[in-house]
Nanobody, 115 residues
Framework: QVQVVESGGGLVQPGGSLRLSCAAS????????MSWYRQAPGKERELAAF???????VYADSVKGRFTISRDNVKSTMYLEMNSLKPEDTAVYYC?????????WGQGTRVTVSS
């Protein structure tokens, strides 16, 4: 059974940092691209960052230079290092695994950036 489980969210002050994790199971993690999405209150879900199976990365303009996506294929885990956080980064962050026509999402982890 495919599962992706996010963790690491929380409350942080503007300018602070957080590291999110996405633990994957039930599939050969190293073979697939993975991505982080986020959904802010009252807004649609949007792509934050994407990483291919070989480690190439793509970032939304809004997070470029502040967020870093990475993966550890031995641990079957993806990460999102978030620095210089802004109030507009407040959202629920989701991990996505896409395998052909099959799409798997985690339950999300909430990030709140506020003083």
């Amino acid at each position: 059974q495919v599962q992706v489980v996010e963790s690491g969210g929380g409350l942080v002050q503007p300018g602070g940092s957080l590291r999110l994790s996405c633990a994957a199971s039930g599939f050969t993690f190293s073979r697939y691209a993975m991505s982080w999405y986020r959904q802010a209150p009252g807004k649609e879900r949007e792509l934050a960052a994407f990483i291919t199976s070989t480690g190439a990365t793509v970032y939304a303009d809004s997070v470029k230079g502040r967020f870093t996506i990475s993966r550890d294929n031995v641990k079957s885990t993806m990460y999102l290092e978030m620095n210089s956080l802004k109030p507009e980064d407040t959202a629920v962050y989701y991990c996505r695994a896409r395998m052909g026509s099959n799409d798997y999402w985690g339950q999300g982890t909430r990030v709140t950036v506020s003083s």
